[in-house]
């Protein structure tokens, strides 16, 4: 699905034609969503774009940020939480949005749907005036910053995801649980890999190093170089958080298991020397006289009963001492 | 909330008007507390100060030092560890000052109330020499040094909290200690996020990149970053001491573990094979002379009496000798 | 076992004798599979190879890229995942590549089968366009390039493992899958330890730094660059869902122990007090009436079991609320 | 206390006179011990230092060296191991000593008592030949070379701590030997957050940055460089000794749960099945001559005993095969 | 022990007196073994060597490379794996080897036995063609190599003890596995130690920085660095199979004490339940008809057995299911 719109100083004309898009006077920018691989070459050769950059289109590979004769590739990725397909419950989906960045014409390239680059395209064809003077190179900084600024959102959601485990790992021992947890230090990761390239492939905007990025976009480029480097952070610290909350998980299940000990502790320590002492008197030495005389007395059943009663508070004090009720 | 502040020589004047503030001879310092969108427009109106730094000056960004056109921008965040909402006790929270220095103005906006540029405010107001002559670069100076030394602040609360929990962690296994150690881990890696890039902005203007940078006032701002430095290493150094603790929280677990089972082990290896003796001789088996010959005895009772006093004496001698006791 | 191949235009020549081929017009390559001593002192003396170098294709040493007065040396290293002689399942074989990259030839040897070059061989045979017209430095680029694009394939193989790994944790606590997992670590630590100095030896390459390299191969050996980038972020990210696995494994280990303690306590604590209970009523002490007047009443027995079946109902509800059961 | 020397050529004379001092001819100290701040302000006026090094001499800064004007000022700590106030054992105290190197002066001070001054102005004092003829910049070396040796004798004394944990670890499961640890954690922490600014801030001299720095004098510099460069990797070792010893630690407290739940483990499994038969053999139903035939024959009683000997005798097999003893 | 060498073109001459093996035509070597203060000092005075290195020498310093005005000093210490004195079974042992490279001379020193360099000397006094012809540093760069070379013998020691302790772990839960573990990782700790700094020493040789090396020479101390940076890789690598094998250790010991565990629950669970059943029939409710009529019952001591039976039964498939037996 190719696009093409022209736009100088006020207006912005959208083309049919890829070759009439090309000849007309003011910024081209050709955008192709869900690109397959005829649009692709059709582009290629209006544009003689290199041909390594465009394998990198197709395939899934870093961001970068690559300058060739008369034109700058940058290959940025948009990307999501969605829901995953494996036990673990969601995952990063990362679409590559390739920009190629001329003289006088950008174009933009997709094999996803790529609904930044569509966001921006409407703002130029409304005629946002920030957009219709600056040149092939803002517009670029434009994509790149709505693919960026949705990174933010990413993490929004992952932030949500990490307060919902710190609120259970107090309270629950439940796998289900150490499984959230894996599950959102796995999208950080696979958040990360992406990021750290996108970076790097920015800074080299930022710095202004290729021809087709004019000076006063460059400050633009360092905006989005700053968010990045900022989103960098946010990851850490996520990560951060994330293992924390991973170790109360962990201690919050030797607590169980330390509370169970006591449990069993107290009983069988209180209910086995009882069970010890009442067996004593079940013993069948009872008929000569001599052989367990308590046997005979008249207020042995209910002196058994208090010596054990006493035991047992003597033990629930000592065990109260010891912290175990 | 706009003040306006001009000052040269040996006297500060307050002037109420932006514009003749801003024509009046000496160095202009002008200062929008808990600024609104309005004081703000007004503001970069009156020193055309740059659109993205406005943007940073809202929005919640990393500490930056960037160099514009005629004037240079600081970013710094002041912070102060604060109650905060969630089931963890305290929070960081942090308030970004921003600083334009130009040739001979210095501008200062915060959305917050920005306590500690009034501090510095009220002192080139009460006529501080050091102030009124060294010109904007100085103020700035001043101003940063303030909200830096108020890092050191945040950080004796840290120590103290830390110290708290070495106290506790030898004693207890409560599981809200660990959640004590879990958020001046959190506190800490929430002010490390802040005090690195600070370190970065700094560093761009002790080496004195900036032009409205003065060579004299480098080694003030050297000086500063030196402070900044020292803060990232006590807060690395915290980090390992809240380590350590977490160690000892845990092992102080599992010893608890460790306890209970020995108590639970001794009880029940002590009882439980005198409750089988004393089963053995409440079996029926007495019947006929051959079977059970001990029933009639004339010391069977006092003999297994003494029998399992001894079991008991060897067992505690036992479990003496392998420290269970 | 030397193959010999001169290539110009649009034709490509086998050639049986060294010397003839070396004389031949056009780019000259030159490969030794299964590389012998003398084949190897044939080539050497031929095209007049570094001593260093020819150690280098015999040892088991690092992948590197060494630039000597009149050819490039480039050692990489081929890796496949095959099964292994210890008890850990796997394991990661490599063979070192050796290519000498001259004004006019090219010379590979490895002292295995070194199939990715015989590949690259076989397209030029079969007279690939791409190949026959650009030079040796392209050549080279297509060995490596093919080498590189195998690692893939290792990853992939290693992903399996991994996507099994994570299914078998949540379930079993079978110290195989901890083997497994550990095994997988060593796959990764050992592939880790072949691409790092492959990145950095590519990496000379993709600066153009050696003469030989002809500044339009230069964008190719930086695409296979970005390649291993790639890889050893890949490689990182893998290392990093291993220990997820193993935390996850170690927890369901934690959890079981935990559950059965959780049996033990529950059977333990409901009946430990019945049997006791029941000890009472087998106490010898009924002789007189004043001794155990329950064994006397008409509903004694069936009043003892409605207790029973209460404490045992008590403690169910209990040990429900508790999360027990 | 301010002490005043001048030496050239082959004596020194002592000084009483700051400002005498200052006029002869040679190379002149002025040393400072426990200094207050009218000596410092004194000293100060004498030789014109920096403000900001002052207020690093009387504050809890890093090492550090900054060059000015006319001098160089290098800050260097000097490090002891003590007996500590917390409930920790011992911990490392510094005293910050300062040094200001000018053309033909040397100027140090220090709050503290500063004995490696003392003993480098003895060694001037009985007229040490090296140091006489050098210059300034070489006491200066010989300053900080005491300081810096100093570091190995506290090394040294956690060498020994460490040894004597390695010695417990293995034997002893007590809260103490883990407080040990972290105690020695803490001093190896707080100790390299004092040496890595002392390598930079002597690295600096060991280039020869400052112009105070005659070239002979650098490579004296490089030899304390190398001496802080060999202590903070002993540091890194140490540090990596302790953990070591820690995880020793926690598997010997591991180790001992599971020993003493393999004693509760065979004890109970012995006697429990035993205890249950006889408690079979207690049972009422020997009524009828039907029920419970085994109590009305003549070896019942043995028999039983030899069953349950069976039993145990089995059991122990089993578990010796285990290892459970 | 001091022996010197003359060798030039094709002959090597062994000298009794230093100063005519300084004087003879060609390149002097003079070793020093098991040097004693008076050797080194008759050393230095014939070749004028720097008093700094010679405190190298005799100290026991990180391997290092210095230039000085016409000599280069490179330290490079031997290291073999030993058994140790203390209680962790074995110790890297090294013996610093002290190489003074000049414009004709070479001076190696030892305060041990340095049996690499008598390797090297030995192969010079045969006519080992290779050293005669290339001066100096060659000589130089063949005693750093066997050095080099011997530790590829310790690493090969250090692989053997880990493969012992991999058989090891998945068996035994012995502390004496754990201080295996922690004897390796010592080794490797102590070793790493060396090898850094001499990767760093010989970097310095392999660049050509000294002028004493000649650029012939550069490739091969590039070689020997190429070994540094693999021994360096391997000490890594061998980290990280210590520390897999030391989780799966203790993992082991995890896996033992569930286990103990398994067995405990089942076998209380089992009987306990039962002991309570034959308690209740050991009960002496029996005197009147309506108390406990099951004793009276012809067939009630079989019904209690088969109903035991099958609880037994019921629990034996339970905790089959469960995975416990």
């Given at each position: 699905?190719?696009?093409?719109?022209?736009?100088?100083?006020?207006?912005?004309?959208?083309?049919?034609?890829?070759?009439?898009?090309?000849?007309?006077?003011?910024?081209?920018?050709?955008?192709?969503?869900?690109?397959?691989?005829?649009?692709?070459?059709?582009?290629?050769?209006?544009?003689d774009?290199h041909?390594?950059?465009?394998?990198?289109?197709?395939?899934?590979?870093?961001?970068?940020?690559?300058?060739?004769?008369?034109?700058?590739?940058?290959?940025?990725?948009?990307?999501?939480?969605?829901?995953?397909?494996?036990t673990?419950?969601?995952e990063?989906?990362?679409t590559?949005i390739?920009?190629?960045?001329g003289?006088?014409?950008?174009?933009?390239?997709?094999?996803?749907?790529?609904?930044?680059?569509?966001?921006v395209?409407?703002?130029?064809?409304?005629?946002?005036?920030r957009l219709?003077?600056?040149?092939p190179?803002?517009?670029?900084?434009?994509?790149?910053?709505v693919?960026?600024d949705?990174?933010f959102?990413l993490?929004?959601?992952?932030e949500?995801?990490i307060?919902?485990?710190?609120?259970e790992?107090?309270?629950?021992?439940?796998?289900?649980?150490?499984?959230?947890?894996?599950?959102?230090?796995?999208?950080?990761?696979?958040?990360?890999?992406?990021?750290?390239?996108?970076?790097e492939?920015?800074?080299?905007?930022?710095?202004?190093?290729?021809?087709?990025?004019?000076p006063?976009t460059?400050?633009?480029?360092?905006?989005?170089?700053?968010?990045?480097?900022q989103?960098?952070?946010l990851t850490?610290?996520?990560?951060?958080l994330?293992?924390?909350?991973?170790?109360?998980y962990l201690?919050?299940?030797?607590?169980?298991?330390?509370?169970v000990m006591?449990?069993?502790?107290?009983?069988?320590?209180?209910f086995?020397?009882?069970?010890?002492?009442?067996?004593?008197?079940?013993?069948?030495?009872?008929?000569?006289?001599y052989?367990?005389?308590?046997l005979?007395?008249?207020?042995?059943?209910?002196?058994?009963?208090l010596?054990?009663?006493?035991?047992?508070a003597?033990?629930?004090?000592?065990?109260?001492?010891?912290g175990?009720?």
């Amino acid at each position: 699905m190719i696009s093409a719109l022209v736009y100088a100083d006020e207006t912005a004309v959208a083309y049919d034609d890829l070759a009439s898009a090309r000849r007309a006077v003011g910024t081209t920018w050709v955008h192709v969503a869900e690109a397959t691989d005829d649009e692709i070459d059709a582009v290629v050769a209006a544009f003689d774009l290199h041909p390594l950059a465009i394998d990198d289109v197709r395939g899934d590979v870093r961001a970068k940020t690559e300058e060739y004769a008369d034109h700058t590739f940058v290959l940025i990725k948009s990307a999501s939480l969605t829901p995953g397909e494996t036990t673990f419950e969601k995952e990063v989906r990362t679409t590559p949005i390739a920009i190629f960045i001329g003289r006088d014409w950008v174009v933009t390239m997709s094999t996803g749907a790529a609904k930044p680059v569509q966001r921006v395209m409407d703002a130029v064809e409304r005629g946002d005036e920030r957009l219709l003077h600056r040149g092939p190179d803002f517009t670029a900084y434009r994509v790149v910053d709505v693919v960026v600024d949705a990174y933010f959102d990413l993490l929004d959601d992952v932030e949500t995801d990490i307060e919902e485990i710190e609120e259970e790992v107090t309270v629950s021992t439940d796998i289900e649980t150490l499984e959230k947890i894996n599950d959102v230090r796995r999208d950080l990761l696979s958040f990360r890999k992406q990021v750290w390239p996108a970076r790097e492939a920015i800074g080299v905007l930022a710095r202004g190093d290729p021809q087709q990025i004019q000076p006063q976009t460059e400050k633009y480029f360092r905006d989005v170089h700053d968010h990045l480097v900022q989103i960098v952070d946010l990851t850490e610290t996520y990560r951060d958080l994330v293992s924390g909350a991973r170790d109360i998980y962990l201690n919050t299940l030797s607590q169980s298991t330390n509370e169970v000990m006591k449990v069993l502790t107290v009983v069988a320590t209180i209910f086995i020397p009882l069970t010890f002492v009442v067996g004593v008197y079940g013993m069948n030495f009872g008929e000569s006289a001599y052989n367990m005389p308590e046997l005979g007395w008249t207020y042995g059943y209910p002196a058994t009963l208090l010596g054990m009663t006493l035991m047992v508070a003597v033990m629930l004090v000592h065990f109260r001492r010891r912290g175990y009720l």
